[in-house]
């Protein structure tokens, strides 16, 4: 990558990582340690040489960023395939904001984007959160849900997650409180009280703004801040 500074070339790496992200975000995931008005700038000059495309987002009209033909064409990608569905953009979009703010939680150690995981399992989760707390390594399985899917196809979800090993949590994150009991009388209906405890839910949206880390719900049936329970 001539002419680029490592920074952009980390920012460039990120972005192929998860496809879609903010400033904020990157400027997380890069660990980058200036102002956000230098990451600005950084991201500016990528756009201005076709290395990335940005567009303003639903929520808080910031700009996020996704890489053109030209960015990818940079990375060296080992023959990863990388593509970017319309329709699920926002999703994705949100997926890469979720894992930034959680990255920041005591005792993550790792954020992995779906893009990376090979488990061989029909269930893909959107992101992978890894930690460690008191010596003890947990991975937690990531699923957004912005849209009311069917109960069939949530139930088979459910189940998978409720037996398998790859995982030992799962968080669910929902833009409403509906979505989120909905949800919470599915997992009591179907699977046992035991399995119930490896499931988070939790509601991000507080007023017109998102708060993953202060987003609030139950697990193990209790009330809770999300990022209470990882201090």
Known sequence: MT???????????????????DGETLKKFCGYPSDKKIMAQLLLRLECQGILQSRMSTWDRKKIYNLTPKGVSLVDNGDREYAIHEEIFWHTALVSKASGDLSELAHVTQ?????????????????????????????????????????????????????????????????????????????????????????????FKNGRGLHFKKAFGTFQDQEIFLEKIFN
């Open 3 to 21: 002419n680029l500074t490592y920074m952009q070339n980390k920012i460039i790496h990120e972005l192929f990582r998860w496809r879609i992200a």
């Open 111 to 203: 954020v992995i984007p779906e893009y990376e995981i090979h488990y061989d399992t029909q269930t893909i989760p959107d992101a992978i959160i890894r930690g460690n707390k008191a010596g003890i390594e947990f991975s937690i399985a990531l699923e957004m849900e912005l849209t009311k899917k069917g109960k069939a196809r949530f139930i088979d979800k459910i189940k998978t997650y409720a037996l398998t090993k790859n995982f030992d949590y799962v968080l669910y994150l929902f833009p409403n409180e509906k979505m989120k009991e909905d949800l919470s009388k599915l997992i009591s209906d179907n699977v046992s009280d035991l399995q119930k405890k490896r499931f988070m839910l939790f509601s």
